[in-house]
C-alpha cells in the first residue's frame, strides 16, 4: 500500500508539468461551453460512473475556462441492478459539484431492471419513457430559470 503510494505522487510529480501544458479535449470543452444544458446517461460500475465519463470530465474541465460553469446538466442512467445507477448517479452530483454545474434535483430518472423495459434495443417501458419525458421538460425549464440568473459574484 505505501508502495503504491509512492508510486503514485512519483507519477503525478513528474507527469503534472507536462499535464499543465496541454490543451485537451478542445472539441469536447467547446461543445459543452456552447451548449445550453448537457444531459448525462450512464450506467453504473463498482458503486460509481464508468472512470472513462469521470476522466472525461476531468479533462474537460482542464483549461482556462471552465465550460460547465453555470451550466444546467441532467443525469439519468439505466441499469439491470434495482437501484438503476443511483450510487453512480449521486457520485456524478459530486463531481458536478466541483465543476460549478446545476444539476437539475427532479425528476430523477432511475431505470431499475432496464434488461425489462427494452426490446430490441427499444424503450418499450411507458412508464420510463413518460419519465424520461418529465425530465427533459424540467431540463428546459431550469435551463431557462438559470438563463435568467445573476451570478453571486456579479
Ligand atoms: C466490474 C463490474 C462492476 C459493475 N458494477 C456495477 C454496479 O455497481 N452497479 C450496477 O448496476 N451494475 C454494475 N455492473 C454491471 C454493468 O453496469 C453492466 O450493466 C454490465 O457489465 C453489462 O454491460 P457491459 O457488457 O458493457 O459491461 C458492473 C459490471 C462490471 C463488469
Given at each position: 500500500?505505501k508502495m503504491i503510494?509512492i508510486l503514485?505522487?512519483?507519477?503525478?510529480?513528474?507527469?503534472?508539468?507536462?499535464?499543465?501544458?496541454?490543451?485537451?479535449?478542445?472539441?469536447?470543452?467547446?461543445?459543452?461551453?456552447?451548449?445550453?444544458?448537457?444531459?448525462?446517461?450512464?450506467?453504473?460500475?463498482?458503486?460509481?460512473?464508468?472512470?472513462?465519463?469521470?476522466?472525461?470530465?476531468?479533462?474537460?474541465?482542464?483549461?482556462?475556462?471552465?465550460?460547465?460553469?453555470?451550466?444546467?446538466?441532467?443525469?439519468?442512467?439505466?441499469?439491470?441492478?434495482?437501484?438503476?445507477?443511483?450510487?453512480?448517479?449521486?457520485?456524478?452530483?459530486?463531481?458536478?459539484?466541483?465543476?460549478?454545474?446545476?444539476?437539475?434535483?427532479?425528476?430523477?430518472?432511475?431505470?431499475?431492471?432496464?434488461?425489462?423495459?427494452?426490446?430490441?434495443?427499444?424503450?418499450?417501458?411507458?412508464?420510463?419513457?413518460?419519465?424520461?419525458?418529465?425530465?427533459?421538460?424540467?431540463?428546459?425549464?431550469?435551463?431557462?430559470?438559470?438563463?435568467?440568473?445573476?451570478?453571486?459574484?456579479?
Open positions: 500500500m503510494s503514485l505522487a512519483l507519477m503525478f510529480a513528474v507527469a503534472a508539468p507536462a499535464w499543465a501544458q496541454v490543451q485537451p479535449f478542445p472539441e469536447l470543452r467547446a461543445s459543452i461551453a456552447e451548449a445550453d444544458a448537457v444531459l448525462i446517461a450512464t450506467p453504473e460500475y463498482t458503486y460509481s460512473a464508468p472512470v472513462a465519463l469521470e476522466n472525461a470530465l476531468d479533462w474537460a474541465s482542464r483549461g482556462n475556462t471552465q465550460p460547465f460553469d453555470g451550466k444546467a446538466v441532467a443525469i439519468m442512467g439505466a441499469a439491470a441492478s434495482t437501484l438503476g445507477t443511483a450510487r453512480a448517479q449521486y457520485h456524478l452530483r459530486q463531481i458536478l459539484v466541483s465543476l460549478n454545474a446545476h444539476p437539475l434535483n427532479q425528476p430523477e430518472v432511475f431505470v431499475a431492471r432496464a434488461n425489462e423495459r427494452f426490446e430490441n434495443g427499444q424503450l418499450t417501458d411507458e412508464t420510463t419513457r413518460k419519465l424520461i419525458a418529465d425530465q427533459l421538460i424540467a431540463l428546459k425549464a431550469w435551463t431557462a430559470c438559470l438563463s435568467t440568473r445573476v451570478a453571486p459574484n456579479q
